[in-house]
């Protein structure tokens, strides 16, 4: 069961390990190594991993936030909780993992899962908007 404290806790570790995906990319970059500076798929499919990852993970805090504040039913919540964060995750990874294995000017087939974890968001968006409150 993901209830709003766990929601909350893997909220924010995914926030974690998308901002030190981050400052290992920059170190990265910083350091001029080979293979992720001079390969413009890679570093701009990297970016966008950390970068949606991160900020997708700060969406989950504020729905876990919002759907306790105006009391989403645990139906609801429960579904919402899990989506929120299997989407977040999808899009970050999908970006990441289709930046790490490409071919010559396209992503991987990785990133094929981006758009399913942004339309996981959407409908959780949606969801919290809609449903009726317990209180």
């Known amino acids: 069961m993901l ?6 806790r893997l909220a924010t570790a995914l926030v974690g390990v998308f ?3 981050g400052i290992w990319l920059e170190a990265m970059i910083g350091l001029r190594a080979a293979g ?15 970068a949606h990852g991160a900020l997708l993970g700060v969406l ?6 919002v759907m306790e504040r105006i009391g989403t039913p645990e139906g609801w919540a429960r579904w919402i909780r899990r989506a929120a964060l299997v989407g977040a995750a999808l899009v970050g990874l999908g970006f990441f993992v289709g930046g790490l294995w490409h071919g010559r000017a396209d992503p991987g087939p990785a990133v094929l899962v981006v758009p399913a974890g942004a339309m996981m968001l959407l409908a959780s968006c949606v969801a919290v908007a809609i449903a009726r409150s317990d209180r």
């Not at 989950?60 to 936030?65: D, F, P, Q, S, Y």
Request: hydrophobic share 55%; aromatic share 6%; charged share 25%.
């Open 60 to 65: 989950n805090i504020a729905l876990a936030v």
């Open 19 to 21: 901002l030190a995906a």
């Open 36 to 50: 992720w500076v001079d390969d413009d798929v890679r570093r701009q499919f990297l970016r966008l991993g950390h």
């Open 3 to 8: 209830d709003p404290i766990r929601h909350l």
